[in-house]
């Protein structure tokens, strides 16, 4: 594994759920930060959330009280859990790592969640 990898994207009607996952970590690349971005069509890649090494988490107000990121250390895992979802959640969710010591940052390919309205 190169770069992180991304899974669970799909169709949603507004007020749904969805959880995406991603791989982060692998046995040379330990990341301390963990953290999800978005990227709607014809707009800037923004910020979703993260999480560093000790679960502090940190949101966007736009996703804030309806999005959670957790981790899995044992699975190298971290997931993006949306409730609530508005047809403005519309975007291709990229994760993202860093391992802030190495100064190293990997995206991943990306996964298109689609809310309907």
């Known amino acids: 594994q190169v770069q992180p990898v991304e899974s669970g994207g799909g169709v949603v009607q507004a007020g749904g759920s969805m959880r995406l996952s991603c791989l982060a970590s692998?046995?040379?690349?330990?990341?301390?930060?963990l953290g999800w971005y978005r990227q709607a069509p014809g707009k800037q890649r923004e910020l979703v959330g993260t999480?560093?090494?000790?679960?502090?988490?940190n949101y966007s107000e736009s996703v804030k009280d309806r999005f959670t990121i957790s981790t899995d250390k044992a699975k190298n895992t971290v997931y993006l859990q949306m409730n609530n979802l508005k047809p403005e959640d519309t975007a291709v969710y990229y994760c993202?790592?860093?391992?802030?010591?190495?100064?190293?940052?990997?995206w991943g390919q990306g996964t298109q969640v689609t809310v309907s309205s």
């Open positions: 993202y790592a860093r391992d802030s010591y190495r100064d190293m940052n990997k």
């Open positions: 692998t046995r040379i690349f330990r990341p301390n930060v």
């Open positions: 999480i560093i090494s000790n679960g502090i988490t």
